[in-house]
């Protein structure tokens, strides 16, 4: 009956933290022995604990086998002071009582001179005899990981019994069975030997009722629900509240003030989210100072001007606008349009629009229509169908299209993107990662342009294949209190047998390598590493010091090219009463341009939010 209990007791302990954060050491039992005669006569300060930094650990066992097993275990025997010694002692018994050692104790201790003495008690090793399933249907227990051979004469570890535990638990409460119960029947010890029956015990099935949304905020639950999959009727799930409350994080407009709650009532689950409403919808813009190519000593101006309507009449509608002027003559502009849940399915349907006119050169035309799908723990999957137009301008001589490697060309393709986001801020960011791949694979058509020789056409494939791919990843590491750490890679690849200067990428600004005029690169292939340090003076304001690492190649059919080109500056970034206002100095390198302040790039703007 004393291994019983014991067994139960110390089963008890090691059972106890099974959903807490930490798991703490059992305190350590001591027996008091009868003090010697020898004793009684030595000074009385020998029976207190010494000062600080004088204590030493001797740790003996009570016989022989328990001595052998010490032999396996390191712990410090110098420590600081007393009460550190204490903790050792007790980590060391917790370590003998998860490898098995159930009934390990400290017998005896106490305190002489310099050391503390410790007489331990190791105890023989429990095993388990045989762990039978009681009740557990066959789905259970593959989700769980159980059989019986696993648990035939082998070690008896309460944590692995925990860890068994937890598993079933989990599985019950991501299946609609929150208050389930897992507990041991039966139990018996012959000797050293644990038999038991694992039972299991799921009450009642839960089910969502409604979803509620406590704050300021006009964000419909009706949209709500839908985003985060959470279904009236639907069976409870424990794993998708916990994701919810990080895909909220990924919505701009709407910022959650405490975590989710859920109240159950009979067999109904309610979740309460507490939202406000943040100031989302944008206007801004952003002026730039360049040297002028053309002139000597002149400015050039760029500019660009945005508009962002996000959540509109509080169902998750966007609709956004961009306008930029790179260079003389050099425009471009983009738009696009989300709707979530489109004719109430847990879809969203997009449409994008982008339009580049590079001066008197050439016009290219982009739109895309893709159907998005969010995940509860694997972010957001893409499809999308884009086409592409681009057209040679007629101001531009027939000498120098054949120069410039033109042509007028239509591309189709097809693709796959992928978005995964767990950034704690959307705009201001200070720990997360942020993963983006994408792959598409089409035909471009070319075209007949009367200006161009008809030779020109004669050794070139009207029809290709063409491929392409894209991947941006961030990462925010959080380094103190006030300041955090960007490092990012971008890159875009495009295959195709036959590459023209309107058919590439365009590399250079303030939103990809900074240090360069806008769209100052053309490349088949391209990636930018970034490495920004931010320090943050407000919640919503930074100065910033940055450098970016480019690498590029162009691949034409007359000629081919390469260049590692860098950027470096620093910038500021705070919040006004009109908006958030922003300068950016930079400075660049590459073939084509100098590390030089004459060729240095200003950019400042200010973005307003309501």
Known sequence: MYKIAAFLCCLMLCLEPVHAQEVQPPPVPAKQEPAKKTEEKQPEKTQKAPPANRMHLSVKAVDAEGAQVLRRYNFRQALPDSAEALKEVRAL????????????????????????????????????????????????????????????????RPAEYVKLQQRILDYAERNGYPF?????????????????????????????????????????????????????????????????ERMLTQL???????????????????????????????????VGFLPDPNRENKLL??????????????????????????????????????????????????????????????????????IGYYTLKYGKFSVFTEWRNSRILSEVSPQRLQQ??????????????????????FYFPRRGRLLELQFSAGTKKLLRNADLEKNFYDTLDMKTSQLSLSLRLENF?????????????????????????????????????RGFDDYFFYASSYAVATMEYRLF?????????FYDQGYYRSD???????????????????????GIFQLVYSLGQSEQQALSFKYSKIHFGITSKF
């Open 93 to 156: 018994v917790y370590r003998l009582q998860q490898d098995a050692f159930l009934l390990a104790s400290a017998d005896s201790l106490y305190f002489a001179r310099d050391t503390l003495h410790v007489k331990l008690h190791v105890g023989q090793p429990f095993a388990w005899a045989q762990l039978r399933n009681g009740n557990l249907n066959e789905g259970l227990l593959v989700e769980a990981g159980f059989r019986e051979k696993f648990y035939n004469n082998v070690p008896f």
């Open 180 to 244: 389930t119960n897992v507990w041991l029947d039966s139990v018996s010890i012959n000797g050293n030997k644990v038999a038991a029956t694992l039972m299991v015990e799921k009450a009642f099935a839960v089910t969502y009722d409604t979803l509620e949304i406590v704050g300021k905020t006009k964000t419909q639950p009706k949209f709500l629900m839908r985003y985060l999959q959470l279904l009236p009727g639907q069976l409870y799930n424990q794993d998708q509240i916990n994701a919810s």
């Open 252 to 286: 701009p407009y709407i910022k959650a003030t405490r975590p989710a709650q859920v109240r159950f009532t009979s067999d109904k689950a309610k979740v309460y989210y507490y939202l406000e409403d943040r100031q989302a919808n944008q206007i801004d813009g952003v």
């Open 301 to 370: 101006i760029t500019g660009e001007a945005n508009l962002n309507i996000r959540n509109i009449r509080g169902s998750g509608k966007q609709l956004g606008l961009q306008w930029r002027r790179v260079s003389a003559g050099s425009v471009v502009l983009n738009g696009e349009y989300l709707h979530p849940n489109f004719l109430g399915s847990p879809f969203e349907v997009g449409t994008k629009f982008s339009l580049l006119k590079q001066d008197s050169t050439f016009i290219t035309v982009q739109p895309r229509l893709q």
């Open 404 to 425: 410039l490697d033109l042509a007028d060309a239509q591309t189709t393709t097809y693709g796959l993107n992928y978005l995964w986001n767990n950034l704690d801020d």
């Open 477 to 513: 590491l959080r380094l103190g209190k006030n300041s955090a750490l960007l490092t990012r890679l971008r890159g875009e690849a495009l295959l195709n047998d036959q590459i023209f200067l309107n058919d590439m990428y365009r590399l250079g600004g303030l939103s990809s390598l």
């Open 537 to 545: 003076t407000a919640s919503d304001s930074y100065a910033l010091l």
């Open 556 to 578: 034409l059919e007359r000629f081919s090219a390469e260049d590692y080109p860098f950027g470096v500056g620093a910038g500021i970034s705070f919040s006004t009463a009109a």
